[in-house]
């Protein structure tokens, strides 16, 4: 794949996304069904984390030299490209997250309302956060001092605990390793300036390719074969798999379905049948897409932990959840832990927060799907059943008693409920919609309503 071609897919390490025209329906039944599952899930925990967090830097990204522009921004330790790249490669022998407690993340996300978690298993970075025998640049590996600790293998123990509260598992892998010489080979025409892509054209030296490729489908083999069921299989780098970087992913994964059949798969910017849903990045679509889709969104600025970051509010992300929700999605939330192990306080009391508010709303986004009008800025819809779900999202703070709106559905409907609240309302239909009145004083996030 050309680098020109690489950056029309990507802008600032934040994917595009797939076209809903390029999505293939599964052919097998029970694929079908687990999508129908993944359609009801609508919440998930995204957690980027490894020896980057350290330094609150970006993931991954500054050890490309084309992306440095970006992706160096506040880097000051080191202003040699070189020295650069192998310090930060060195991350790995201070990484120690002593205070890592993979059931108190667990227990959280539980209570926050999540369904699963999509956990970084490797970024491109080649860290590999669980006991892989296919490289030494791993968390078990004797030069990471971690590797003693009762929670060495991390994909392991993060797996066993969220799966034992019940929730999903999506592993994410990077199908790109820029520390494996099978794909940053030295030596080749690329020379000391790195870019996202190989070192050397695969098409020129087939061989090593192929030791790429295995080396690739042995770690997604380790994840499929020794931790358990694994629902998701999230594959970022979408460079990878274009024009002449073919890992031969069909091969894998009818090797992988073999083991978990029920296995969907996120191959992202592929389209085709190995791109099961679609993932949208930092962005919400304007429109509703009518295929399953996830939309991964920061809870602060960045992925990987950011010393100070900035939070959403939790008004702010439980509209982003509504709004997805309404056009058809899944939020992927992102949560970075500390390099402690622990997530940080800003971001925990947000989970709680989230969560105390699905707590009683939630009937109103799991389960459900898409219902005209969908979105409208002012409103969002959704349903389940016989059921109709309106989200009024008033941007304004006025908490008077009284206020009449109109809901701009015209459906028939017999009876409104306030969610929440043991209230029934009031209303009239016309030919604008439902006009009602709130007698109490508005919801100080935002007003659900149950249409029957």
């Known amino acids: 794949m050309t680098q020109e071609s690489t950056d029309q897919m990507i802008a600032e390490g934040v994917h595009r996304y797939s076209a809903e025209k390029n999505w293939v329906e599964p052919s097998e039944s029970q694929l079908i069904e687990r999508l129908e599952w993944f359609k009801d899930q609508k919440l998930a925990l ?42 930060y490669m060195d991350l790995n022998r201070t990484f120690n997250p002593i205070r890592f ?34 490289t030494d640049y791993r968390i078990t590996a004797d030069d990471c001092p971690f590797h003693t600790h009762k929670y060495a293998d991390i994909c392991k123990h993060v797996f066993q605990a969220f799966r034992k509260n019940g929730l999903g598992i999506a592993a994410y892998y990077s199908k790109a390793d820029w520390h494996t010489p099978y794909y ?86 592929m389209g085709g049948k190995f791109e099961n849903y679609i993932t949208p990045e930092q962005t919400i679509p304007d429109n509703p ?48 832990p500390q390099p402690d192990g622990r997530l940080p306080k800003g971001a925990i009391k947000r989970m709680e927060e989230l969560g105390e508010w699905l707590d009683i709303h939630g009937e109103a986004i799991y389960g459900t799907r898409m219902c005209d009008p969908y979105y409208t800025r002012e409103f969002a819809f959704t349903k389940k059943g016989e059921t109709t779900y309106c989200f009024w999202l008033d941007k304004h703070e006025d908490n008077g008693h009284e206020k009449e709106i109109i809901l701009p559905y015209n459906k028939h409907v017999q009876r409104i409920e306030h969610l929440g609240r043991a209230s029934q309302l009031d209303f009239v239909q016309n030919d604008k919609g439902i006009v009602i009145k709130l007698p109490i004083k508005k919801d100080s996030i935002v007003d659900v309503f149950r249409l029957t």
């Open 46 to 87: 995204m957690m980027h984390w490894g020896p980057y967090s350290q330094l609150g830097v970006v993931e991954s990204w500054a050890l490309s030299d084309e992306d440095a522009e970006w992706s160096r921004e506040g880097i000051d330790w080191e202003a040699n490209s070189q020295e650069l790249k192998r310090q």
């Open 101 to 134: 407690q993979p059931h108190v993340w667990a227990d959280l996300a539980k209570k926050a309302g999540f369904k699963y978690v999509i956990f970084t298993t490797k970024h491109h970075d080649g860290f590999s956060m669980w006991d892989t025998r296919e």
């Open 184 to 269: 940053w080979a030295p030596g080749m025409e690329q020379g000391s300036k790195s870019w996202r892509g190989p070192t050397y054209n695969p098409k020129e030296y087939p061989w090593l390719w192929d030791k790429y490729v295995q080396f690739n489908h042995n770690q997604i083999m380790e994840l499929m074969t020794k931790y358990g069921d694994i629902d998701i299989l999230w594959l970022d780098a979408g460079w990878v798999g274009h024009e002449n970087q073919d890992i031969r992913l069909d091969e894998v994964i009818e090797k992988a379905r073999k083991i978990q059949p029920w296995l969907l798969t996120a191959d992202r910017m």
């Open 289 to 336: 897409i009518h295929v399953p889709w996830e939309s991964c969104i920061t809870m602060g600025t960045s992925f990987s932990f950011k010393y100070e970051d900035t939070y959403k509010s939790t008004k702010e992300i439980i509209y982003t959840l509504i709004e997805v929700v309404a056009k058809g999605g899944n939020l992927a939330l992102n949560v970075a």
